[in-house]
């Protein structure tokens, strides 16, 4: 096949067929495709689009430019269930509920990434914790998700090869924005990873990558399509991020907030919910139970009767990390050297908060990244953040505690906090925390 000639035919606005697809994909993975022909079609597919069949197929061979994992000779405890966000400031959900499926019967082998721009990343949240591997070998990864029922990790070279040069080039080319592509990223992991059942996390607010209801309800209804046409029972969860979820965001502190959940220490009903919402959907995808009302009940009491914080010890000890991470993560977590209240310019309630400003101000502070080889400091970030309809004041509530490596760091994170929130005399509608569920 003449790649020139694919080309031209997305260029003007053509389908391509399933083989001509897997000839680029194959290329892509290769080099048999140059980065300026991987380049020129990322474009002609930014601005036309992808038909149902085309989506389905590019899905489906970069899911086949490398390894696809089977856990059927795994001795796994159950199907192979895995949830995936598409990133909100605060998301700790994954280090909830891998632990809650698991406790309930499935099998949570999760391959997660790291933060990019101002959204935080499982892993690095993970590595937060001394010792803790996010990248075992293939058997250890296989031996702790059959005993300890759930694994996070990192995403192995050998597993959807052809993405890893795809989106490095769609993110020198400017082509990151197409639902088509996107769609194509998440799933050919998930895909390769060799799961039973997905449900997709799809935030929607000012701290989302697709802000807009619309646009993400067209990438949730585009995911479930083609992960269903690739044969992987799919779900999608439109969940608010105009707050931050939870009451921190950073990276050792929303791991102790994390653990601070499952052993009932403290909760934020709103992070509950959502967690709640999708271990109970992804259990009803997997058939581990027959129905919404007995999939929901297996999840809270998974979480509420500690359950779900014996399969999190369990994971974290097998992977490398301390095994009295629950009972003592002062012990373990660093902490960073400054602390500050964030303190408004005035007394007033909390109206509107622009999330990503947020985020960015946990970016600023050393906690994320903007560069894929920037370094984290796992001690930094935000506590007690408020939330719209809250009341605060000089003096008394603050926006959030700021946690620094020093006095600047923690001066400018003040300023960019009080920069991103709103406050007004009268409380905001408060949007429920989850928005909608395509299947």
Partial sequence: MYVPDLIRTKRDGGELGEDEIRALVTGITDGGVSDAQVGAL?????????????????????????????????????????????????????????????????????????????????????????????????????????????????QTARL??????????????????????????????????????LVMDVKVGSGAFLPGREQAAELARAIVEVATGNGLRTAAVLTDMDRVLGRTAGNAVEVRESIDHLTGAAGDERLREVTLALSAELLVLGGVQPGAEAARTAAEQALDQGAA????????????????????????????????????????????????????AVVALG??????????????????VAAPGEEVAPGGRPLAIVHAKDEDAASRATEALRAAYQLNDEAPKDAPPVLEVLR
């Fill in 42 to 154: 990322a474009m002609a597919i930014v601005l036309n689009g992808m038909t149902a069949a085309e989506r389905i197929a590019l899905t489906g061979a970069m899911r086949d430019s490398g390894d696809v994992l089977d856990w059927s000779d795994a001795g796994l405890p159950g199907p192979a269930l895995d949830k995936h966000s598409t990133g909100g400031v605060g998301d700790k959900v994954s280090l909830l509920l891998a632990p809650v499926v698991a406790a309930c019967g499935g099998a949570v082998p999760m391959i997660s990434g790291r933060g990019l721009g101002h959204t935080g990343g499982t892993l690095d949240k993970l590595e937060s914790i001394p010792g803790y591997d996010t990248t075992p070998e293939p058997d250890a990864f296989r031996r702790v998700v059959a005993t300890a029922g759930a694994a996070i990790v990192g």
């Fill in 160 to 197: 959807a090869p052809a993405d890893r040069r795809l989106y490095a080039i769609r993110d020198a080319t400017g082509t990151v924005e197409s639902i088509p592509l996107i769609v194509a990223s998440i799933l050919s992991k998930k895909l390769a990873a060799g799961l039973d059942a």
């Fill in 309 to 360: 914080a014996e399969r999190f010890a369990a994971m974290v000890a097998e992977l490398g990390g301390p095994a009295d991470i629950v009972e003592a993560p002062d012990r373990h977590l660093p902490k960073a050297s400054v602390t500050v209240a964030a303190e408004p310019p005035e007394a007033g309630t909390v109206a509107t908060v622009d999330v990503r400003a947020v985020g960015l």
């Fill in 367 to 384: 906690g994320g990244r903007t560069r894929e080889d920037d370094p984290v400091d796992h001690s930094v970030g935000l506590t007690d």
